[in-house]
Nanobody, 123 residues
Framework: EVQLVDSGGGLVQAGGSLRLSCAAS????????IGWFRQAPGKEREGVSC????????SYADSVKGRFTISRDNAKNTVYLQMNNLKPEDTAVYFC????????????????WGQGTQVTVSS
């Protein structure tokens, strides 16, 4: 059974940090790019970051560049999203997804999705 389990969300003050984790099982993790998306209430889902399967190259949305860092540990089948200098506008449910290519703004290329983890940033 394919599973992606998102975790690490929580409530943090503006300027604080969180690290999200995405633990994968049930498929060849090394062969898949992993992306992070988020969806705030009343807004469309947006891509945040992704990391490729081949050379671990990364891509970020402009809104998070310089603040968020994505990484992967293939030995643990886990991807991390380190989020620093969080802002209230980062408040959303964050989802990880596994797909054939690292495309930060193309949800269609992702086959498997996690259940989401809530991130709330207070001002």
């Amino acid at each position: 059974e394919v599973q992606l389990v998102d975790s690490g969300g929580g409530l943090v003050q503006a300027g604080g940090s969180l690290r999200l984790s995405c633990a994968a099982s049930g498929f060849r993790f090394d062969d898949y790019a992993i992306g992070w998306f988020r969806q705030a209430p009343g807004k469309e889902r947006e891509g945040v970051s992704c990391i490729s399967s081949s050379d671990s190259s990364t891509s970020y949305a402009d809104s998070v560049k310089g603040r968020f860092t994505i990484s992967r540990d293939n030995a643990k089948n886990t991807v991390y999203l380190q989020m620093n200098n969080l802002k209230p506008e980062d408040t959303a449910v964050y989802f990880c997804a596994a797909g054939i290519d690292c495309m930060v703004d193309a949800a269609i290329v992702y086959d498997y999705w996690g259940q989401g983890t809530q991130v709330t940033v207070s001002s």
